[in-house]
């Protein structure tokens, strides 16, 4: 009798770049020894190929986890070009056995799923969300377009199974690598990524930022919504790109804090679920609006995108948060939701330009999450705020108590008092003066009036509805 040493497997990887609680690479690795392989397709996602920011993170997460498969005795392949052909390549060159991957639901990994398993055995697992959209049902057997009837249903397959440890690993030899630094994904001839350096990407980064959230996470449901307090956990760029699970920062949570006060936050994962669950639904969710009929006549407006976009529309609040945006590639949620809402509404532009700027930007960017934030935020969206309720910034930010926060951002109105810093443009001349602000000089005056915004978004809306 002959025994046949066991055939490599490939471990494909996508938005999951970690090596603990993956099921892929779990089955795998039971099966025989391992090669991992990191394919960096443009082509199949196309117009939603990954923007600047998270091409960063990309680099740097990459480079952890090359880092760390290398210190276990292996070597992490990286290959450029369409997935189906790459992974075909890699498994022929290594004789694979069977290619395994999480199941991802962007309509860009579907089709990659396709085209993949045309050309190899291809093993899906779950393990990327925290449930599956598509077992989430009502009795008719039709899927949920609202978050709350859905978060009840969901419950059936919660919480997640407890994570996996990162298994004993063999690796298989052979493969041809790409060099990181060939694919060029930083910042070449202007470097605006000097604020990035808030952020330790890769899996271990992943676990330090969970682990200080923890220490805080009593007070999530107070503190998540004051954009000058450090209250939210940040973990939205390791979990976009999968360094962590997200069933180990439920576990993490719910195992940390009393269940009262883990909920706030349990729920916050679920939004990642139930983007994901509406992106499934709608796949053109990123360019369309998921109410057909919602079809507003936009400006074009070309000089009012750009003062939004480099934070000086004269409104502190939304100024702070593109700011922010820009220095770090992160936005406070609160501030996302009043200078989403100050584009669409206030100036009238099309949601699908605010949408790609952040997509540029974020180094959180998800397809799902971001298309669903700006949907809801328009009123365009199958679960989302209704059009007429236009946000006043002047108004969110002393609610949300944002000076420090806008202190932080907008330096140039560092010593206007609190009850300035929301509204300069409201202040006296005489506190203007003493916090050396000059409006349309040092500071901008705002590019639109609140009352004169508001007016000219709700005639709109009312022209759409005939
Ligand atoms: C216009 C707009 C665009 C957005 N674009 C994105 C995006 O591209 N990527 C993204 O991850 N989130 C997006 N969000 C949702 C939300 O703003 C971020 O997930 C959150 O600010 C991330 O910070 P955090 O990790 O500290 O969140 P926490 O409050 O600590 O929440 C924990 C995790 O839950 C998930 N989560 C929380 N809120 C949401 C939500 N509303 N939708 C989906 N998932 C959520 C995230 O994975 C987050 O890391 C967007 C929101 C708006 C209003």
Redesign the pocket.
């Known amino acids: 009798m002959s025994s046949h040493p066991p055939t490599p497997q490939l471990v494909w990887l996508r938005n999951d770049l970690r090596l603990a609680d993956h099921r892929a690479l779990s089955v795998a690795a039971h099966l025989g020894p391992v090669a991992l392989l990191y394919v960096f397709d443009e082509e199949t996602p196309g117009a939603w190929a990954m923007g600047a920011a998270q091409r960063w993170w990309l680099h740097h997460s990459l480079a952890a986890l090359a880092r760390e498969v290398a210190a276990r005795g292996g070597r992490l392949l990286l290959r450029r070009g369409r997935a189906a052909a790459m992974v075909a390549e890699v498994a022929r060159e290594l004789d694979a056995g069977g290619v395994h991957a999480l199941r991802h639901y962007e309509p860009w990994a579907r089709v990659q799923d396709a085209e993949v398993a045309l050309a190899v055995d291809l093993q899906l697992h779950d393990g990327a969300l925290l449930t599956r959209p598509e077992a989430v049902t009502q009795t008719s057997g039709e899927r949920y377009r609202i978050f709350t009837p859905w978060w009840k249903r969901a419950q059936a397959q919660l919480p997640p199974e407890p994570p996996r440890a990162v298994p004993e690993l063999t690796f298989a030899d052979g493969g041809s690598s790409d060099d990181l630094d060939s694919w060029r994904l930083l910042p070449r001839a202007l470097d605006w990524s000097a604020g990035f350096s808030v952020w330790t990407p890769g899996e271990a980064g992943a676990r330090e930022r969970l682990a200080s959230?923890l220490a805080v996470a009593r007070g999530?449901g107070e503190a998540?919504n004051l954009p000058s307090e450090d209250g939210?956990?940040?973990?939205?760029?390791?979990?976009?790109l999968g360094e962590i699970s997200?069933a180990s920062?439920w576990h993490a949570i719910a195992d940390a804090i009393p269940p009262a006060l883990a909920e706030p936050?349990l729920r916050?994962?679920g939004?990642?679920d139930?983007?994901a669950n509406l992106l499934d639904l709608f796949p053109d969710s990123p360019d369309a609006p998921g109410r057909r009929e919602f079809r507003l006549v936009h400006r074009d407006a070309p000089g009012d995108l750009a003062a939004w976009q480099r934070g000086r529309t004269g409104y502190p609040i939304v100024d702070a948060g593109m700011r922010q945006l820009w220095r770090i590639g992160?936005?406070?949620?609160r501030v996302?939701?009043i200078?989403?809402s100050f584009l669409v509404k206030h100036l009238l532009i099309d949601w699908r330009q605010?949408?790609r700027w952040?997509?540029d930007c974020?180094v959180?960017?998800?397809?799902?999450?971001?298309a669903?934030?700006?949907q809801?935020?328009m009123g365009s969206g199958v679960d989302s705020s209704p059009f007429h309720r236009v946000f006043a910034p002047v108004t969110q930010s002393e609610k949300f108590r944002a000076a420090a926060y806008i202190r932080q951002w907008v330096p140039e109105l560092a010593r206007l008092g609190d009850d300035d810093i929301h509204a300069p443009f409201e202040a006296s001349p005489l506190a203007l003066a003493a916090a050396g602000v000059r409006l349309g000089q040092t500071y901008p005056l705002p590019i639109v009036g609140h009352a004169e915004g508001r007016a000219r978004a709700l005639a709109a809306y009312a022209a759409m509805k005939g």
């Open positions: 959230f999530y998540r939210s956990s940040r973990l939205s760029p390791h979990l976009a997200v920062v936050y916050e994962l939004w990642r139930f983007a992160w936005m406070h949620n996302r939701m200078a989403a605010g949408e952040f997509w974020l959180d960017a998800d397809l799902g999450a971001n669903m934030g700006w809801w935020v």
